[in-house]
C-alpha cells in the first residue's frame, strides 16, 4: 500500500519463555518472544524482517533490512531499510539505520546514525523535503 514494500513470511518464532545463546542466521523474517545471548543477523541478500516483542531480550548485536523493536536490546542495532522501535523499545547500543520510525516511549543509549547508500561522508546541512534550496 502506498509504495510500501511486501514483507517476508515469518517462518521462525523463539517463544517466551526460551532462551538461546548463540549466534543466528535467519532469512526472510523471524519474530523473537523469548531471549537471545548473541547476535542475530539476517541474510545479507534477501529481504529480512526482524520482529523483537515487548517482552523480548537480546544482548548481542542485531541486524537486518527491517527491524521492528518493542523490547530491550543490549548491544548494537542495524537495518539496511527500516528500523521501528515502538514505545517499549529499550536499546542499550549504538543504532545505525537508513529510515527510522520512533514512537514515543522509545529509548537508545548510544550513538544514532543514519546509513547513506552511495553518498559522501561529509553530506553538507540537512535539507527538508519541503525546502527550495
Do not use: W
Not at 541478500?45 to 543490549?74: C, F, M, Q, W, Y
Amino acid at each position: 500500500m502506498f509504495g510500501k514494500k511486501k514483507q517476508p513470511p515469518i517462518r521462525t518464532l523463539i517463544g517466551e519463555g526460551t532462551r538461546i545463546e548463540g549466534c543466528l542466521a535467519f532469512i526472510d523474517a523471524l519474530r523473537i518472544d523469548g531471549e537471545v545471548v548473541g547476535d542475530v543477523i539476517g541474510a545479507e541478500d534477501a529481504p529480512t524482517l526482524l520482529v523483537i516483542s515487548e517482552k523480548a531480550k537480546v544482548t548481542g548485536k542485531v541486524k537486518a533490512r527491517h527491524v521492528i523493536i518493542n523490547g530491550t536490546v543490549e548491544g548494537p542495532v542495524e537495518s539496511d531499510e527500516l528500523l521501528e522501535l515502538q514505545p517499549k523499545a529499550r536499546i542499550h547500543g549504538d543504532v545505525r539505520y537508513q529510515s527510522l520510525e520512533m514512537h514515543q516511549g522509545a529509548t537508545i543509549e548510544g550513538q544514532v546514525q543514519v546509513l547513506k547508500a552511495d553518498e559522501p561522508a561529509a553530506a553538507g546541512p540537512l535539507k527538508l523535503a519541503s525546502s527550495n534550496g
